[in-house]
């Protein structure tokens, strides 16, 4: 598990190759990014947003 901050987030998706069609827009204050990795891969993200 890793819980990051928002300055640092696209360094993390670029390392983690996550790209705007992963992400969609810009993440909401309060809301999270869930990333899968499976075999250093990822295989899926969930956005869930702030309610």
Do not use: I, N
Not at 13 to 35: I, Q, S, T
């Amino acid at each position: 598990m890793l819980c990051s901050h928002r300055p640092v987030l696209p360094l993390l998706f670029d390392a983690l190759g996550l790209r705007p069609k992963h992400v969609g827009a810009e993440l909401a204050p309060a809301e999270m990014l869930v990333v899968h990795v499976r075999k250093d891969q990822v295989v899926a993200t969930e956005r869930h947003g702030p309610y």
